[in-house]
């Protein structure tokens, strides 16, 4: 498999470390240096790292083997079928993963639709997006989604006033649940959080704090009025979602199989295995592989690869297959066939209808 051709050209695919751009932005703090020893991060406040990305003009970087130095943009162009494995194929590739650093609060704030993002940005995708949490401190919370009955005037007041509690959700946040945030949605966490994060592949936003997210200066209020008329023209008011805990499914002795959440954009699922038996996974689609817990050796038909806690790699379709022995923690977060990979599986696990429903949108 690793050698089967793509635009004319052979390429023999392996495990793919890509670059990962950073963001500094004030909310951030040093829990992934600190704690969980990613190495190689700048010093200051890390917010988010972006371990696989194809946002303009923050797209990843190859950065060993065969192909060092090529962009995943250019990869998905030109071996579209090798990497991303079943269509139809875009012009990027269509996750954005990340590690999220919410040491201080997130800025209130929501991401386009597809629709509104097309008709209001003139992008071609909007931002549905999950966060899987981590880490939280006791008493941590998040805000997701308006209260029942609010309407745009009322939620306008409310967001001149910074007045989020009188309108939004506030829900209580437990490390190992997952929410599925459908773009349009308002929604923010922290403080005391990390989070991984799977969203669609996109950058646009629109927020309603009186600062910049990147360095806390105040807006001018010109500028922030302008901004709180841009999200309420993008919001969406029917969203509500809840925290999940995830739905289980056999696997071997000692291997754990969770799905945390599943759309028609992306899912993701949490493995573990100890040492009974490894964990042997067959893939069909690009697979971003994240580590959350001790360094494990990746084993593909490309190659293996170490990988150290808080990294990822990126496996192209290809490969199809990667065994890990454990003891292993990791994240897999694909481009799903909802029946095959999803409602199958878990039917057979005894899942129930509204349960699987209840994963995505």
């Not at 609060?105 to 509104?116: K, R, S």
């Not at 669609?200 to 010109?222: F, K, N």
Request: net charge negative; with cysteine.
């Amino acid at each position: 498999m690793p050698g089967r051709r793509g635009e004319g050209q052979t390429v023999d695919w392996y495990p793919l470390r890509l670059t990962a751009p950073v963001r500094q932005h004030v909310f951030g703090g040093r829990v992934l240096a600190g704690r969980w020893g990613r190495a190689g991060l700048p010093d200051g406040p890390v917010a988010e790292t972006w371990e696989v990305s194809d946002v303009d003009g923050e797209g990843s970087v190859v950065t060993g083997g065969p192909l060092a130095g090529r962009a995943l943009r250019d990869l998905v162009r030109e071996h579209a079928e090798d990497l991303l494995g079943r269509g139809p194929h875009g012009e990027r590739f269509p996750v954005l993963t990340k590690f999220i650093d919410a040491t201080g609060p997130l800025p209130v704030h929501l991401h386009a639709d597809d629709e509104t993002a097309r008709r209001v940005e003139g992008e071609p995708n909007g931002k549905t997006e999950a966060w899987h949490i981590l880490e939280a401190a006791p008493g941590a919370t998040a805000l997701a989604g308006v209260r029942r009955g609010v309407d745009r005037d009322r939620l306008h007041r409310a967001l001149l006033a910074q007045d989020f509690d009188a309108v939004l959700r506030r829900l209580p946040v437990r490390a190992g649940q997952t929410l599925y945030v459908p773009g349009g949605t308002l929604h923010s966490f922290g403080p005391g959080t990390l989070v991984y994060e799977i969203e669609q592949t996109s950058d646009i936003q629109q927020h309603a704090m009186r600062h910049r997210m990147e360095d806390g200066v105040p807006l001018p209020d010109r500028e922030w009025h302008a901004a709180i008329e841009r999200l309420l023209e993008e919001w969406r008011p029917e969203p509500r979602p809840d925290f999940r805990s995830g739905l289980s499914v056999p696997v071997d002795d000692g291997v754990e199989r969770t799905v945390l959440c599943a759309g028609p954009y992306f899912a993701l699922e949490r493995w573990r295995a100890g040492t009974a038996a490894p964990l042997v996974c067959g893939f069909a689609t690009a697979m971003v592989l994240s580590n959350a817990g001790a360094p494990v050796t990746v084993t593909t038909p490309g190659g293996r690869e170490r990988l150290a806690r808080a990294e990822s790699l990126l496996l192209p379709a290809a490969l199809g297959r990667l065994r890990i022995d454990g003891p292993a923690d990791v994240l897999l977060g694909y481009l799903p066939d909802l029946d095959a990979d999803i409602r199958a599986p878990l039917l057979a696990a005894g899942h129930g209808p509204a349960a699987i429903t209840a994963l995505g949108a």
